[in-house]
């Protein structure tokens, strides 16, 4: 553990405010300057103490000088910023006038401090929990953020398994791209959360440097850039979070109760499920859902399906696995609850150990290769009843 000696502090309010995107960044002068020279590559915390007893975190990514032959944890950085309301705004609502998604911010930058999470973002409740799992597992590890995986291209050359973690929400074409590319070439991917790759998203320079500011305007009326690059839904030109997932985000907000259909599934292994067994709270916030289009990837195997309720509305969140030529497997868990409440705040033991036990089988399992050469999909897609 690294510490530093007793600093001195002061308030900083200092900010560079841009009209025509509604973002603010922070125009702070450097408390002190931290070498990592030396560091373990991974997941770490500073904890900011004051004397007044008073903490907040500021979160660190040492990133891996090669991902070959490891699974790949990619910090959700981009999601983290879209939800940001430091400043006044995210790229949601605007704090100034009540939360009014009309004044939202279009820009979101990262020379600031993540408000949620006392200073972590979304990292403490969709990140921290798989993280703690895959190191005690001892299987090869590599720590990226998903701003790496969309600004360092070949990034993931050679990868045994890329992991999206709890809410993976904003993407850039470009990390859209290098994902893909890597399943294609036998890299094993795991969706551990929902509403995955739905926004996507434009990097540019900030004051401090190369891609410290993100646009997303969700509107190609207000957005400069027109064509495929917009800032819009990843659905909307022509990339459907499904072609990569296997699922369509389904709804929010959700709640239910995970239900099993295929307990031989090879990642359900040593839980002792049956079919119909269902692990209370599993399903929460947003949901994904396996649909019978063209689009969908075949083979895809939906290995659980589970009632969900919508706010007043009822409909069905799935979990599917899907190979492709390359050998490499895609599993999806189709719920954003997985981590938060199912290896976090869980709301049984008996839901946790369910799913951590399958979250252990799909790293391990990832950690060995293509998991697709030894556990190719069986459809069932298109004879399952999943709709309304």
């Keep these: 553990m690294w510490r530093s000696p007793r600093l001195t502090g ?63 944890i990619a910090n959700a950085v981009l999601t983290w910023q879209a939800y940001n309301t430091w400043g006044g705004s995210s790229t949601y609502t ?17 020379d ?12 403490l409740s969709y990140e921290l929990p798989v993280i703690l799992r895959a190191e005690r597992l001892g299987i090869p590890l590599a720590y990226e953020t998903v701003l790496d995986v969309a600004t360092r291209p070949g990034l993931l050359k050679g990868a045994r398994g890329y992991v999206s973690l709890g809410h993976d929400e904003y993407w850039t074409a470009s990390e859209r791209d290098a994902v893909e590319s890597a399943r294609d070439a036998g890299t094993n991917l795991a969706f551990l959360g929902a509403n995955v790759s739905y926004w996507q998203v434009r990097l540019r320079a900030g004051p401090l440097g190369t891609n ?65 067994s269902t692990y209370r709270g599993v399903l929460e916030v947003e949901v994904d859902r396996a649909q019978v289009t063209a689009s969908t990837p075949r083979p895809l195997q939906v290995v659980a399906r589970s009632r969900t309720t919508c706010g007043s509305t009822s409909t069905w969140s799935t979990s599917s696995y899907y190979t492709v030529k390359s050998g490499a497997g895609v599993f999806s868990t189709g719920s954003m609850g997985w981590i938060l409440r199912g290896l976090g705040a869980a709301s049984s033991k008996r839901s946790a150990n369910f799913v951590g036990t399958v979250t252990d089988n799909v790293l391990r399992e990832m950690a060995k290769g293509p998991m697709g050469l030894s556990h190719p999909a069986v459809n069932n897609l298109d004879s399952l009843s999943l709709g309304g």
């Excluded at 605007?94 to 990262?110: E, K, L």
């Excluded at 600031?112 to 990292?123: A, C, S």
């Excluded at 027109?226 to 907000?253: H, I, S, W």
Aim: hydrophobic letters at 35%.
């Design 212 to 276: 410290r500011v993100m646009d997303v305007y969700k509107s190609r009326t207000a957005d400069p850039v027109k064509g495929n690059r917009a800032t819009v839904l990843f659905r909307d030109v022509g990339r459907g979070e499904n072609l990569m997932t296997g699922q369509f985000y389904e709804c929010y907000p959700a709640k239910g109760d995970y239900t099993v259909i295929n307990p031989g599934f090879f990642l359900f292994r040593g839980t002792g499920a049956v079919k119909g």
């Design 10 to 72: 002061g308030r900083q309010t200092a900010t560079i405010a841009t009209r025509a995107t509604r973002s603010v960044a922070a125009d702070w002068e450097p408390t002190v300057t931290v070498s990592t020279k030396g560091w373990n590559e991974g997941a770490y915390l500073f904890r900011l103490a004051a004397t007044d007893g008073s903490a907040s975190y500021v979160p660190l990514t040492v990133r891996s000088k090669s991902t070959a032959g490891k699974v790949v």
């Design 94 to 110: 605007s704090t100034d006038d009540g939360g009014s998604f009309s004044t939202r911010a279009y820009a979101a930058s990262f």
């Design 112 to 123: 600031r401090p993540y408000v949620k999470g006392k200073g972590t973002g979304k990292f």
